[in-house]
């Protein structure tokens, strides 16, 4: 005889599915957030590091490189063209590229070398015209710092790797922001449960940690996005046809060539990178020189410290860039080698508005628009990305069993694994390395389930 459900019952078992699927929905969230800092946690360890250093660069030029970088200001200084042969005669197997003038008083001149290919720096006191430091751009610590943040120290193609953690960074935000969302628990929200010897209690600290910290990373990965080889380059294009980077009014009319600035400059600016460098008409008439040069740029305001390029052949330009610590300083100027005359002339207010926000991005992420307080923000920033690193990596070492990586398992309803994993795919499909990454290690999940299954095998259920 068969017992019909009372009234209650249907409810009763609504009641019971609910926390069924916020335990599934949170299993799957988890393991994607631990698949997600497996691949990430040495990438994001290297970033913290070498950023925390790069955000000091000027402290650490002026202190430990201060033989090379500060002099004693005494009378006028020497004009470029002086310094420019004094660095030939440094290095005479070399060929001048560009000048860089002295940032202040008592800061050294730079002159950039060409040497088989390579770049040389060449530090002279502006007043004296005396040899600080010659040194293989390769070798200095800031540029190596810099291309260790990047990885293209181990070449172009590396750098995609940071792209694709980039992505994987947000994807962390996001599933750690779902995972600490209070569902109440006593501990882990705002504070922190047991001591050091129990597993919660960096779990709680990462949690935590994450909490103040989480909105700086998703900063810092999405304003370093733009420099990354394959994103970086298609948001610049994008950005610059839909005329919201460079603006291109400035090259009506104008002979330009083939050559992009980077080729030409150390630092061209996000938006300027692939920019064409302006062409000079020919002339019987000689080139002004780099003394008038730069003299004519200074009449024209350009700040302190800017570079300025030699032309290259007869239709060369005097390309000059300055990027201050104030973004909303940074100009971009072309004279005519011959005449002088100002070819180009690009202002900060003058690019267009996706331009302009990613430069104001990679100002504070670089730690130097609002001074001080920028700096010591990213720092925290970095020491908190190291400090989620190091208890992510505790807490994965203090719960996986013996011999095991320690994945977390599975949700039983495999729906909502497939769910949670298309939202996944949804944010790689904004960060398409990230998004291939993502089948990848989807690929190699469901490989290695096949290959347990036939066995018996099957990886080890662990609480969270």
């Known amino acids: 005889m068969s017992v ?30 631990f698949l997600a800092g497996l691949l990430c946690l040495p990438f994001l360890i ?26 004693v200001a005494s009378g006028a200084p020497l004009g470029p063209d002086r310094l420019v042969y004094t660095a030939m005669q440094a290095v005479p197997e070399g060929v001048p590229i560009s000048y860089t003038e002295p940032s202040g008083p008592e800061a050294s001149a730079l002159v950039t070398m060409n040497v088989g290919g390579e770049r040389t720096l060449v530090f002279l006191d502006p007043y004296r015209g005396d040899v600080l430091d010659a040194l293989p751009a390769a070798r200095e610590f800031s540029g190596v710092v810099r291309r260790l943040h990047s990885l293209t120290l181990f070449g172009p193609a590396a750098n995609l790797v940071i792209e694709i953690v980039a992505g994987f960074a ?44 989480g909105a700086g990373l998703l900063f810092l990965a999405l304003t370093g996005l733009p420099w990354s080889a394959w994103w970086g380059q298609e948001l610049r294009a994008w950005s610059n046809a839909a005329g919201l980077g460079q603006p291109r009014q400035l090259w009506a009319d104008r002979p330009v060539s083939t050559v992009p600035m980077r080729a030409v400059l150390n630092e061209p600016g996000w938006t300027m990178q692939d920019a064409p460098v302006p062409r000079s008409e020919p002339r019987a008439a000689p080139a002004i020189g780099l003394d008038r040069a730069a003299e004519i740029l200074r009449a024209m305001g350009m700040p302190a410290g800017f570079e300025l390029a030699l032309p290259l052949g007869e239709t060369g330009v005097y390309a000059a860039a300055a990027y201050p610590r104030d973004v909303t300083r940074q100009r971009m100027i072309s004279l005519d080698q011959y005449t002088g005359e100002s070819l180009v002339d690009v202002r900060f207010p003058e ?15 670089k730690g130097e628009f609002w001074g001080r307080a920028n700096q010591l923000a990213m720092l925290v920033f970095c020491l908190a990305t190291l400090l989620l690193s190091v208890t992510a990596g505790v807490m994965w070492w203090k719960r996986r069993p013996a011999g095991r990586l320690g994945v977390p398992p599975l949700p039983r309803d495999r729906r909502v694994m497939a769910g949670v994993t298309a939202l996944m795919l949804g944010l790689g499909a904004v960060f398409p390395l990230t998004g291939l990454a993502i089948l990848a290690l989807i690929g190699l999940d469901l490989g290695v389930r096949a290959l347990l299954r036939p066995r018996g095998l099957r990886p080890a259920a662990h609480s969270a």
């Open 170 to 213: 947000v994807i962390l935000v996001v599933t750690g922001a779902y995972l600490w969302w209070p569902r109440g628990q006593g501990g882990g929200v705002v504070s922190i449960r047991e001591t050091p010897r129990r597993r919660v209690w960096w779990r709680d600290l990462h949690a935590v940690t994450g909490l103040f910290a």
């Open 46 to 71: 290297l970033l913290a590091a070498t950023g925390a250093l790069y955000l000091f660069k000027a402290e650490i030029d002026a202190t430990v490189f201060a033989h090379r970088t500060l002099v």
């Open 4 to 33: 019909p459900f009372q009234g209650s019952a249907p409810a009763a078992m609504r009641g019971r599915a609910r926390p069924l699927l916020r335990e599934a929905v949170y299993r799957a969230v988890w393991r994607w957030h």
């Open 351 to 365: 690019i267009g508005p996706v331009g302009q926000a990613i430069q104001l991005g990679i100002g504070l992420h």
